[in-house]
């Protein structure tokens, strides 16, 4: 079993959105079984929160569903627990890094690490602007989400 986890700030925009995409992507190519998936916030601002609507909404246009999803903290076990722990930018992954055991911190890296379709190495934060920054946002994992299967699938005999 690969394990991913999709991390920003707070849990409820980014993170959940792209642990929306990677699931239907999985399920698309009939991988849902070998591939476990989560996100996580670094923050506590948002524990237990469904996704933002915006997200929630955005999301859904593309018939992906978010609604079942709630805020959680990042913690210490999820770098025993996960393979990846995939940053959606810098000031997540200088967080993650700076709790990281040392044995795990090559497990976090940026999302946009795995995308090629796009040059930005970080998912900008969509929670202070306006509707089109969900979508782009969904635009972005969209192509790191394919990238990261096909890393995964290179790396690990599903
Ligand atoms: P996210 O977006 O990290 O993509 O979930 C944010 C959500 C909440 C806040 C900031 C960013 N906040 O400051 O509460």
Redesign the pocket.
Known sequence: MVKVLFV????????PTAEGVFRKLLAEHGMDSGIEVDSA?THA??IDEPP?HRAVQAAAYREIDLTQLRGRQATLEDFDNFDYLLA?DEDNRRHMLSIAPADHAHKVRLLMEFASGFSEREVP???WGGTSGFDRVLDMIEDAARGLLDDIRTRYPL
């Open positions: 920003c700030l707070g849990n409820i925009c980014r993170s916030g601002y948002h933002d959606m934060d969509p929670y």
